[in-house]
């Protein structure tokens, strides 16, 4: 596959995201031809033995790399994260039940409009009033509730909890952003779900990892599509799985094993965080958007305290590979997103151009 070239990037995006280089190397080869059978990924039937074996080895490395309980079924679903919204209360809230849920940023947000669609739902925390910047702390999960929800990595804000709740009912988390970028206990939530596209494979799968005895208490008739005990009795094959995306995740979990599982990539972003999240608060020129406590490992914000100098500063790192670090559209600022894939140095060329800029700037 020598002739497979691609330009070199320093790819910050919020994703879909920057993937390992022997990650598209493998998907590229087995787009032209899988693994020897003369057929590519993209036309082999997901119900032949081939296919069956990617889906299982995609889920248990889902298991394996988050030490999930043996008991956990880990299913991938079309829809994103967004359906998951809709699928949480629809599956965990009981007929006449409610939910409760941390509001900590634009995702958080629909998703909770998603479970007041389904039933009652009290928010029990919300960092709104100081525009998501922060993580609540010290509020009290009702024990009345069905569930308690919240985001363990608020993509837009660049805010992350760091402890997670206590609760003394069933957690659910939307992981999307930071789900193998550290160990979780996978036993404290009846759910962790999220889109592939930001730290674990490419856009068009969602993966769920879930506790199958928590479901089915509801009292509510499904749609079998909206079913997740369903799609975990039929092990993700209820109907066509995404093939392709579940095939790269599972070759991107791969390498996160080769790369020596989730505490060594949860060494390896702390340092890249550290690296950067350091010249934000040395330089003068920058300042971070977020608590310093609560700023996230994988989405880092900040905005140029002279908000005249973008069109110079976006020169620089476009000119520099830089691709992907303008803040989210709804806040503007800057965004870099250290997906477990992005190279330290990459975050060392984006750490020297700040230095250069704030030398000539400053
Ligand atoms: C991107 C994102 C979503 C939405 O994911 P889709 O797959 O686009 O539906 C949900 N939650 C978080 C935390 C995200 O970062």
Request: with cysteine; proline share 5%; net charge neutral.
């Amino acid at each position: 596959m020598s002739h497979i070239t691609k330009v070199k990037v320093h790819n910050y995006s919020a994703g879909p995201c920057i993937l390992p280089q022997e990650v598209f190397e493998q998907a590229a080869q087995a787009v032209l031809d899988f693994e020897g059978s003369g057929l590519s990924i993209l036309e082999i039937s997901h119900r032949s033995k081939p296919f069956e074996a990617v889906m299982a080895k995609a889920q248990s490395l889902v298991k394996e790399l988050l030490g999930a309980p043996e008991h956990y079924q880990v299913v991938f679903l079309g829809g994103g994260a967004s359906l998951g919204f809709h699928m949480v209360p629809l599956n965990y809230m009981k007929v006449g039940g409610k939910s409760a849920y941390a509001n900590t940023g634009e995702w958080a947000t629909r998703a909770i409009k998603e479970s007041k669609l389904v039933g009652d739902t009290v928010v029990v925390a919300s960092s709104e009033d100081k525009n998501f910047s922060y993580i609540p702390k010290g509020f009290d999960i009702p024990a009345d509730a069905d569930y308690f929800h919240f985001t363990s990595n608020n993509t837009i804000f660049g805010t992350q909890w760091k402890q997670f709740p206590k609760s003394p009912i069933p957690v659910v988390c939307d992981m999307s952003s930071d789900i193998f970028s550290r160990p979780v206990n996978v036993a404290d939530f009846a759910l962790i779900y999220g889109g592939a596209q930001k730290n674990m494979g490419p856009a068009g799968a969602t993966v769920y990892l879930f506790d199958p005895e928590r479901l089915g208490a509801t009292g509510r008739k499904l749609s079998p599509m909206l079913d997740l005990k369903n799609h975990g009795a039929k092990e993700s094959m209820y109907n066509t799985p995404p093939v392709f995306a579940v095939y790269v995740s599972m070759l991107t979990m791969e390498w996160m094993k080769r790369m020596g599982g989730v505490a060594a990539i949860e060494k390896r972003n702390a340092v890249r965080a550290k690296l950067l999240y350091d010249a934000i608060d040395r330089l003068p020129v920058f300042r971070g958007t977020t608590a310093v406590e609560d700023r996230s490992v994988m989405n880092a914000t900040f905005v140029l305290t002279d908000a005249a100098l973008e069109p110079t500063f976006d020169a620089l790192w476009k000119e520099a590979g830089i691709s992907g670090i303008r803040g989210h559209r709804s806040l503007g600022g800057y965004r870099a997103s250290m997906y477990n894939a992005l190279p330290i140095e990459s975050v060392q060329v984006l750490v020297d151009l700040m230095e250069e800029f704030a030398r000539k700037h400053g």
